[in-house]
């Protein structure tokens, strides 16, 4: 089993920056696709970022390509989520998700989930 906790979130102007940190205990990620999704107030959950287990292969969405970037290290246990320029439209709060399949973290239908992490971004 995995358990994942979220940590990196705030309070930040638009334009600036945060890094969201997702680790994990139980087990390592070894073998685990890892995704970030995010929910905003009055909005459904969206999918963000993912990574595949070895890191070679990232999935972004249209609205944060080019200013998040998703990453792991996995001698540490941890993937990241570099959020740069950050906008109001930001503001939600981030979930990290894991499982074996990709696709299912893509999906949002992957069996792990964090308690997830609160990013404010002010005008």
């Known amino acids: 089993q995995v358990r994942l906790v979220e940590s990196g979130g705030g309070l930040v102007q638009a334009g600036g920056s945060l890094r969201l940190s997702c680790a994990a205990s139980?087990?390592?990620?070894?073998?685990?696709?890892v995704g970030w999704f995010r929910q905003a107030p009055g909005k459904e959950r969206e999918f963000v970022a993912a990574?595949?287990?070895?890191?070679?292969?990232?999935y972004y969405a249209d609205s944060v390509k080019g200013r998040f970037t998703i990453s792991r290290d996995n001698a540490k246990n941890r993937v990241y989520l570099q959020m740069n320029s950050l906008k109001p439209e930001d503001t939600a709060v981030y979930y990290c998700?894991?499982?074996?399949?990709?696709?299912?973290?893509?999906?949002?239908?992957?069996?792990?989930w964090g308690q997830g992490t609160q990013v404010t971004v002010s005008s």
């Open positions: 139980g087990r390592t990620f070894s073998g685990y696709a």
């Open positions: 998700t894991a499982d074996p399949s990709t696709d299912t973290v893509v999906d949002g239908r992957s069996g792990y």
């Open positions: 990574i595949s287990w070895s890191g070679g292969t990232t």
